[in-house]
């Protein structure tokens, strides 16, 4: 019975990777470096140190955005945070690589928040407070989601840290929303990601004021949305959470 149950569970896990992404590996200049891999990461004793903050077993989505998982991905509020970051330069990119991203999860990509953690990453989880700032986002642009330019780009999404911003360590959360569903309230589908980063160089910028949970609201115009209704620019469409934080260089 034990030994079902668990194939059971390895099945419906096996349809959930198939179903959506993961980010197994990032990269820093030329340098790859290891993301979470949920074929492998969660099973693992000790829990291994990853830069991309982990996850339960699977890459499904979040739907309600009061969820203490909105803050950095599913399953991650009950995770605690490792140990470690991968350095970044300001100006320099870090660029994410999901394993894959289905097409047809209609909904804005490339959205991009960091938050300053107090202290260490290591203990800062970032779900309470207003620490995050938005640094850019992508909504529509020549007929294409956002979120389907990610899986045309190899599943890859660069994401640029600002130059000006302080040094030190920063969680980058970066985020897919896919509005398939999003004409029903709670039909939106959430996919943050964070990764632990030290920010080297820089200026003295400080920004904050958004919150995860907090900043989202299930009938937020840009959450409760639909996408079959016609050209996304015609309907104004614009992501959640506001605009990118003022003052930010690139
Ligand atoms: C696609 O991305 C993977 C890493 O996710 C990389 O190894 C591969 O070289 C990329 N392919 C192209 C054509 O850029
Ligand atoms: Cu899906």
Redesign the pocket.
């Known amino acids: 019975m034990k030994f079902l149950s668990t194939l059971a569970a390895l099945a419906l896990v096996t349809m959930e990777v198939s179903?959506?992404g993961y980010v197994p590996q990032i990269k820093i200049g030329n340098q790859y470096i290891a993301g979470w891999d949920i074929t492998k990461d969660p099973y693992s004793n000790p829990r291994p140190s990853r830069v991309v903050r982990g996850t339960k077993l699977d890459s499904g989505?979040i739907s309600d955005v009061t969820s203490k998982d909105i803050t950095c991905s599913i399953g991650n509020s009950a995770l605690p945070p490792a140990p470690i970051t991968a350095t970044v330069a300001a100006g320099q990119t870090v660029s994410m690589l999901w394993n894959t991203w289905?097409l047809g999860?209609y909904g804005p990509g490339d959205m991009n928040y960091m938050a300053k953690c107090q202290g260490s990453c290591s203990s800062f989880k970032g779900d309470s407070g207003s620490p995050w700032f938005k640094i850019s986002q992508q909504a529509f642009s020549n007929g294409v989601w956002a979120a389907d330019e990610v899986a045309r780009n190899n599943f890859t999404s660069v994401v640029t840290i600002p130059k000006n911003i302080a040094p030190g360590e920063y969680l980058l959360r970066h985020e897919i929303l896919?509005l398939?569903s999003g004409s029903s309230l709670g039909g939106a589908?959430f996919y943050p990601v964070c990764v632990q980063l030290t920010v080297t160089g820089g200026g003295s910028l400080a920004p904050s004021g958004l919150s995860f949970p907090g900043t989202y609201k299930q009938n937020d115009p840009s959450i409760l949305f639909n996408v079959y209704q016609g050209d996304a620019v015609n309907q104004k469409y614009a992501p959640p959470g506001g605009p990118v934080a003022s003052g930010l260089q690139f």
């Open positions: 179903a959506h989505f289905p999860h896919a398939h589908q």
